[in-house]
Structures are given as C-alpha cells and as structure tokens.
T-cell receptor, first 114, second 112 residues
Framework: DAMVIQNPRYQVTQFGKPVTLSCSQTLNHNVMYWYQQKSSQAPKLLFHYYDKDFNNEADTPDNFQSRRPNTSFCFLDIRSPGLGDTAMYLC?????????????FGQGTRLTVV | GNSVTQMEGPVTLSEEAFLTINCTYTATGYPSLFWYVQYPGEGLQLLLKATKADDKGSNKGFEATYRKETTSFHLEKGSVQVSDSAVYFCALHSGGYQKVTFGTGTKLQVIP
C-alpha cells in the first residue's frame, strides 16, 4: 500500500500560471520534505516541515511556497512557474530528524512548464 | 559542509556481472549512510543503510559497508539482473536539522 502519495503524477502548466502539487502520507510522520529533481541531477531540498515548524532552505526561490494544514497533507505552491522549474518534485516523510532515520519518498510529480 | 561523491555513469553491465558503484563522503561527525534507488519514472526507495562504522547494510543482494577510515560506502552486488536497471543515489545524514545530502546518482543499465 502506498504510504506517501503525490498527486498528480504528471502536471503541465503554462509559464507564469500558479500551480499546486499535493502530498499525503499515511505514516503519521512528523517531518515532510519537498525536493526538486532536475533531469540527471540529485534531488535538491527546497524546504521541510517538522510538525508545523517550517524550515526553508537558504537558496530556495521565493516563488516556491509550502503549506501543511495537518499531519497528513503538505502542498507545494509555485506562484509563477518559469521554464526552469520544469522538474520532478519529490515529497518525502520521516519520523524525525535523527541521523539514522529513513526517508520515505512518494512517486513524484513530473512538472512541465510550457 | 557535507558532500557525497559518486562514480559517474552510466554503467552498463551484462546480466550476472559483478557490480560496484563507488561512493565517498565528507562530513562532520559520524553520519548515517544510505543508498537509494530510483527506477524509471518513480520516486526514490531506500535500498540499504548503515548507521555506524563497520556496519554492513544489505538488501536484495546488494551490500555496502560503512568504512570510516576511507570515508567510503561502496555499493556491490555479485550478480546483477535486468530488473536492477535504475539510478542509484548515495546519501548521508548528519542528524538534527541538517538535510540529507545526496550524490549526483549513478545510472545502471543491465543488458541481457
């Protein structure tokens, strides 16, 4: 059974048109992460929530925002997508942030900006 | 800061060949080390992990040993299958609010 679910799997949006990607989890984990993965590159952390505490990476553009209305759901909002935001977006969860904690990833949303 | 260096791919092997994907790291303290696998069009899945020096992680015939003296965590499999074709990411985590650091990934293609 899927434990981290991302919707949609594929999304095409127009340049400058706001888009929201969603992630839900059935694991009741405290931490939820959003990563951006461009073609043939490593995943890059955008931000994460520890419960309701939001932690933004220093180099994440302001164009990217996130919401976590409850434990199970987390959203990635891209306010004005540019062509360079075409990528796979990965949601992940973990029980905590201890160093031996495994992260569980969703299948990703492949976003194409046209 | 933390960093992970993986051998560049793609790596192409024949079925039943021996696989090694090199991974070395730089980190403060004593991080946990992970190998994640990403099949085409999918998210990442944890393949194996090791949380302290000399630990060996293993899963699905893959193994990796945490070598503190050489700061390495090389992935090995004795006999690869076509179904092992994927991208493999080495990663480390130092704990607390430090993010997981991924290597750039190594694409493996296994041909029949």
């Amino acid at each position: 059974d899927a434990m981290v679910i991302q919707n949609p799997r594929y999304q095409v949006t127009q340049f400058g048109k706001p888009v929201t990607l969603s992630c839900s989890q059935t694991l009741n984990h405290n931490v939820m992460y959003w990563y951006q993965q461009k073609s043939s590159q490593a995943p890059k952390l955008l931000f994460h929530y520890y419960d309701k505490d939001f932690n933004n990476e220093a180099d994440t553009p302001d164009n990217f925002q996130s919401r976590r209305p409850n434990t199970s759901f987390c959203f990635l909002d891209i306010r004005s997508p540019g062509l360079g935001d075409t990528a796979m977006y990965l949601c992940a969860t973990s029980r905590g942030t201890a160093m031996n904690t495994e992260a569980f990833f969703g299948q990703g949303t492949r976003l194409t900006v046209v | 800061g933390n960093s992970v260096t993986q051998m560049e791919g793609p790596v192409t092997l024949s079925e039943e060949a021996f696989l090694t994907i090199n991974c070395t790291y730089t980190a403060t303290g004593y991080p946990s080390l992970f190998w994640y696998v990403q099949y085409p069009g999918e998210g990442l899945q944890l393949l194996l992990k090791a949380t302290k020096a000399d630990d060996k992680g293993s899963n699905k015939g893959f193994e990796a040993t945490y070598r503190k003296e050489t700061t390495s965590f090389h992935l090995e499999k004795g006999s690869v299958q076509v179904s092992d074709s994927a991208v493999y990411f080495c990663a480390l985590h130092s704990g607390g609010y430090q993010k997981v650091t991924f290597g750039t990934g190594t694409k493996l293609q296994v041909i029949p």
